[in-house]
């Protein structure tokens, strides 16, 4: 079983809608975790970090559930820009060993 | 600004050839991290330098793979022997300290080993 698992998908949505992610982590022990997102051919960028209280950046919100260990990403009002990969990051271990889940694509449709 | 660069962009080798992918990171940044990131997949981590200091190097698929940072800022990842199976996007992250705070990618080497 990998450490960090996500649906690849692919999402297809149409513009405006909503759609949530989900990450599994199976190391109780991780303490940090990210959303990065990465297009095509490209590196990956931090979209944001997840916190335990919940966080939210404009149309993207971070969730975290430390006792069913997942975390989740919702994106409001979809864009077409918003077509990308989105990775899930979980670090644990004593110095924090980072563990990246395969990427949850989606498809922003007109 | 400057952003983590990696050279060369593109590397094409034959089967049994050695390698050596180049890391700047972001200067000031103490963390470096190395991963390969197969097609379709996620990236996977291969080592992580803080400074200097190699201080996890689990993630190295094989003994054909080492890392260096020796003055704590360029890295080189090299590849001894290359193998079809070693056909991957190498990206290098570098973050100001520690694994909890963001990290920065290049743009990556794709090497295709041929």
């Known amino acids: 079983r990998k450490e960090v698992e996500q649906d690849p998908g692919p999402f297809n949505v149409p513009e405006g809608a909503t759609v949530a992610f989900n990450c599994t982590y199976s190391n109780s022990a991780s303490q940090s975790f990210f959303w990065y997102r990465q297009d095509c051919r490209k590196e990956p960028k931090l979209l944001m970090s997840?916190?335990?209280s919940g966080n939210e950046d404009g149309r993207f919100t971070a969730q975290l559930n430390r006792a069913s260990q997942y975390i989740s990403l919702l994106i409001r009002d979809s864009k077409l820009s918003d077509s990308a990969t989105y990775l899930c990051v979980a670090t644990s271990g004593g110095y924090q060993k980072v563990t990246f889940g395969i990427g949850t694509k989606l498809q922003v449709i007109p | 600004g400057a952003g983590v660069s990696q050279s060369p962009r593109y590397k094409v080798a034959k089967r049994g050839q050695d390698v050596a992918l180049r890391c700047d990171p972001i200067s000031g940044h103490v963390s470096l991290f190395w991963y390969q990131q197969a097609l379709g997949q996620g990236p996977e981590f291969l080592t992580y330098?803080?400074?200097?200091?190699?201080?996890?190097k689990s993630g190295l698929p094989s003994d054909r793979f080492f890392a260096e940072r020796p003055e704590g800022s360029v890295s080189t990842l090299k590849i001894q022997r290359t193998q079809q199976e070693d056909s991957a996007v190498y990206l290098c992250?570098?973050?100001?300290?520690?694994?909890?705070?963001?990290?920065?990618f290049g743009p990556g080497t794709r090497l295709t080993v041929l």
């Open positions: 997840v916190y335990s």
């Open positions: 330098f803080q400074n200097e200091a190699q201080l996890d």
């Open positions: 992250a570098s973050s100001w300290e520690g694994t909890t705070n963001e990290q920065f």
